[in-house]
Nanobody, 123 residues
Framework: QVLLDDSGGGLVQAGDSLRLSCVST????????MGWFRQAPGKEREFVAAMTSSGGSTSYSEFVKGRFTISRNNAENTVYLQMNNLKPEDTAVYYC????????????????WGQGTQVRVSS
């Protein structure tokens, strides 16, 4: 079992930055690829970014490339999402996810999910 605790959301203005964090407990963090999804009101949950267990490979959705950066600290069992130049359309609940079965290619499908953290970006 892996438990994920994501945090760091808040209300910001367009152009501001936020850093989300997700702390993992349970099974060894270094065995899991980690990623972020988001869900806006009335929309389906969508992929944002992912990183392999070693941190050697990343994947980003087109709408965040160049603005968001995923990183991880295996010593602290934490994955981060640095979000810069935020836009109102980035408003959503952001969820971290973990899977032991993603190696940098194909769809990232978490087996475990965090509870979500709300990000609101005002114009």
């Amino acid at each position: 079992q892996v438990l994920l605790d994501d945090s760091g959301g808040g209300l910001v203005q367009a152009g501001d930055s936020l850093r989300l964090s997700c702390v993992s407990t349970g099974r060894p963090f270094s065995r899991y690829a980690m990623g972020w999804f988001r869900q806006a009101p009335g929309k389906e949950r969508e992929f944002v970014a992912a990183m392999t267990s070693s941190g050697g490979s990343t994947s980003y959705s087109e709408f965040v490339k160049g603005r968001f950066t995923i990183s991880r600290n295996n010593a602290e069992n934490t994955v981060y999402l640095q979000m810069n130049n935020l836009k109102p359309e980035d408003t959503a609940v952001y969820y971290c996810g973990a899977t032991s079965e993603w190696y940098g290619l194909g769809e990232f499908r978490p087996r475990y999910w965090g509870q979500g953290t709300q990000v609101r970006v005002s114009s």
